[in-house]
């Protein structure tokens, strides 16, 4: 029979959000959204678009 470590494996250590994304060479971006109406749109140029054609819309 073999010998087996039975010991409780240590607790994990905390690690902060920046540490974990540094760590995996990860980057957190903040996006900006232009709304109209129930729209999302990420450039200004979609959300125009959207404005004009409701306009016409009426």
Same mark, same amino acid.
């Given at each position: 029979m073999k010998n087996v470590d039975r010991k409780?494996?240590?607790? $994990?250590?905390?690690?902060s959000e920046a540490e974990e994304m $540094? $760590?995996?060479g990860i980057t957190k971006m903040t996006i900006e959204y232009?709304?109209?109406?129930k729209?999302?749109?990420?450039n200004l140029e979609g959300a125009v678009a959207q404005a004009q054609r409701a306009a016409r819309e009426g």
């Open positions: 409780k494996p240590k607790k $994990a250590e905390f690690i $540094a $760590a995996h232009y709304c109209i109406g729209y999302r749109y990420t």
